[in-house]
């Protein structure tokens, strides 16, 4: 295959996004539904529940309009009918049996159970690995690349599944995971001198200050790329040039999706690589009416994946909320773009006002080093309904000086109330005392379930 190439998928990746992309989506979905129809008992309950005669309708906007949105909420319900048998939803929500599947991941089930990723081998392959291959193909990955792998390699989707998928690519592989620490990332890095970095933004923030507080610095790890997913950070402004400066390295977003971004020096979001294997909608968060895709559009993402055997997405949320661009990209790629906002279960409604920790995370970068930039959002009550005012832990910074803390503390509820229209209470916190992560970082105290 030639290196030189624009994409790594010259039969697809010119076509997203067009006329011909949809009328692919609309021939591979009706597949889909009567493979799901025959083999997935959940899903043909939902699709007679909402009278889809699935040999006869005629666009996918029929189709969506019909059929309710699936999400954690209905997902703990079909839990709780199979009795908490997650094998037993598999197979129920599988076009395959369980029996098909090399490999299980899933969400790190903080909010309950775990969600499972049932994959075969054509799911590894297919959807999740050519999206990966997609994306650091246009970031500039190529075969003579190693890459430094710091995702969880414990159950997490963005681990072991994203690893395999990757290997399609031809780079080299080093997989640290997550669970061996930051001090054996930073020793495999200087022993295998990596050219990319895998993991979580709030990894990537830790190990820069680790190497900083050991007088080195980020930069001598010599890294020339930087995909990060799992959380917002790598497409928050505030904390993307933290890194970027931190490293010396570009920076790419992935996931939310079937997406990563683009290497234009502006971030543009996330660029929706595989139209043929995914279609996406946004929806009202309330509602869920479907809000039209143009530019500037906001809402939940809901996804339906027209290929696929164990991970099926059918009119799906995962709780993200996005806002989209459909006008071209400057980079001169193919793809609309989105941008994770926040998450429906992140969302905290203080005095009529929406607040997400993104956006409380991207102001306080603006105070480093006065601030660490660490936080976290203390909550008395189940969300997202928080009597003011919101309670924030915020930690100093090794430049905060005792004698300016009340001159500070003005200065940040000032601007909490211009650009987030809240005046949170601060909880000051000394330098470190917040604990770190090299997992999601952890930006909710969830006092009311002590």
């Known amino acids: 295959m030639q290196s030189e190439r624009p994409y790594w998928n010259m039969e697809a990746e010119p076509f997203l996004n067009t006329p011909e992309m949809k009328a692919l989506q609309f021939k591979k979905l009706k597949l889909m539904l009567q493979r799901l129809h025959a083999n997935a008992p959940f899903f043909r309950k939902r699709i007679e529940g909402a009278k889809i005669n699935i040999d006869n309708f005629k666009s996918f906007e029929e189709f969506s309009k019909s059929l309710p949105v699936y999400d954690k909420q209905g997902f703990r319900e079909h839990v709780e009918q199979c009795g908490g048998d997650l094998i037993k939803l598999m197979n129920e929500e599988m076009a395959v049996n369980v029996e098909d599947l090399i490999l299980i991941n899933s969400t790190t089930g903080t909010t309950g159970e775990p969600t499972p990723y049932p994959l075969t081998m054509n799911d590894i392959n297919g959807g999740w690995g050519e999206t990966m291959c997609r994306g650091v193909w246009r970031a500039g990955l190529r075969e003579k690349d190693r890459v430094l792998f710091c ?91 933290k890194i970027v400066n931190g490293y010396k390295a570009k920076l790419f977003d992935f996931g939310a999706g079937f997406g990563m971004s683009c290497d234009h020096s502006e971030y543009q979001g996330m660029h929706w690589l595989c139209d043929d294997y995914c279609i996406y909608e946004l929806v009202d968060p309330n509602t869920r009416e479907i809000i039209p895709l143009e530019d500037g559009a906001r809402g939940e993402a809901v996804f339906t994946t027209v290929e696929g055997d164990g991970w099926i997405w059918l009119r799906t949320s995962i709780g993200d909320i996005h806002e989209v661009t459909m006008s071209p990209c400057p980079c001169g790629k193919t793809g609309f773009r989105y941008k994770v906002v926040g998450r429906t279960d992140d969302m905290l409604k203080v005095k009529g006002v929406i607040v997400y920790p993104a956006a409380i995370a991207g102001l306080l970068q603006n105070f480093v080093p006065r601030l660490s930039g660490e936080f976290r959002i203390v909550l008395t009550e189940k969300p997202p309904l928080v009597t003011p005012p919101l309670k924030i832990k915020v930690e100093k910074g090794p430049e905060c000086q005792a004698e300016k803390l009340k001159e500070l503390e003005k200065e940040l509820e000032g601007t909490f109330h211009n650009q987030l229209k809240i005046r949170p209470s601060i909880i000051w916190q000394e330098t470190g005392e917040l604990e770190r992560s090299t997992y999601k970082g952890e930006k909710f105290e969830k006092l009311y379930k002590k």
């Open 151 to 241: 995702f969880a390699l414990s159950m997490y989707l963005a681990g072991t599944g994203t690893m395999l998928g990757l290997q399609r690519m031809g780079a080299t592989i080093v997989p640290v995971g997550a669970e061996s620490g930051t001090d054996r990332i930073i020793q495999m890095a200087k022993y295998f001198k990596p050219t990319a970095f895998m993991g979580t933004p709030s990894l990537a923030v830790y190990l820069s200050e680790k190497l900083k507080n050991a007088e080195s610095s980020a930069e001598t790890l010599g890294l020339k790329y930087l995909f990060c997913a799992g959380e917002a950070g790598a497409g928050v402004p505030e904390i993307r040039d």
